[in-house]
């Protein structure tokens, strides 16, 4: 079980030492390599905070990366082959419909909606082309990125009734969520690929692998 804690009420998404202040004392989550993959010498070190307030949901990412890559040209949707991406699967504990976010470190962002995780698997092992139909047009979620200091770090709301049916407080209620990052190298080396979930082979759809997160009260620690 992951704690989505309660987030404090005076802070301001649009400042990033604000941000880190309200995120202060969260729980970082790891992400980790695949297993298969495991071992990898190009893997560097990231982590997922997850907090809510009122109705609104924040997953903050913070990824180091020596080598920062983007802009690779492709002429598909497929974010995490052009360069640094992160995605992020949202879907409530209580429905089959799943969100999926593409993002880079220059505020690129794909957003996707399905309307079952089986969807996702069947374009992952069919045609990607088709990848176009789930496309949401009108954005749900706000998403804030910063690259500073050898670091880059994204900041996801998302507002609560794009996963539960009313726009009430999150608090007592659950989600599935997963953080994955597709981390570039401006030579020849593939991206090294890690995940928030322990995935056992490099399929990050796999819905049963993600985490199960509780939104509860701030405990001081």
């Given amino acids: 079980m992951i704690r989505g804690e309660e987030l404090p009420g005076d802070w301001e998404s649009e400042d990033w030492d604000q941000v880190e202040y309200a995120f202060g004392d969260h729980t970082e989550i790891p992400l980790q390599q695949w297993k298969e993959n ?76 399905y309307p079952d995780t089986d969807v996702i698997t069947n374009l992952r092992h069919g045609n990607m082309a088709e990848l176009s139909h789930f496309v949401v047009c009108k954005p749900v979620f706000a998403v804030r990125t910063q690259v500073k200091d050898g670091k880059w770090r994204i900041l996801v709301e998302v507002p609560s009734q794009v996963l539960f049916s009313d726009d009430g407080l999150l608090l007592g209620r659950a989600c599935w969520l997963s953080v994955c990052r597709h981390d570039h190298w401006a030579d020849a080396r593939p991206p090294c690929v890690s995940s928030t979930s322990p995935h056992l082979k490099t399929d990050y759809h796999q819905q049963k692998d993600w985490g199960l997160v509780y939104f509860v009260m701030h405990r001081a620690r």
Avoid: N
């Fill in 38 to 113: 495991s071992g990898e010498i190009s893997f560097e070190s990231a982590s997922v905070r997850i907090g809510w307030r009122h109705d609104k949901i924040y997953v903050l990412a913070t990824m180091e990366d020596r080598s920062i890559v983007t802009g690779i040209p492709r002429e598909d949707q497929q974010l995490w082959e052009r360069g640094d991406a992160v995605e992020v699967f949202l879907q409530s504990f209580s429905a089959s419909e799943c969100y999926q976010l593409q993002a880079t470190p220059d505020g690129e962002t794909l957003q996707l909606g």
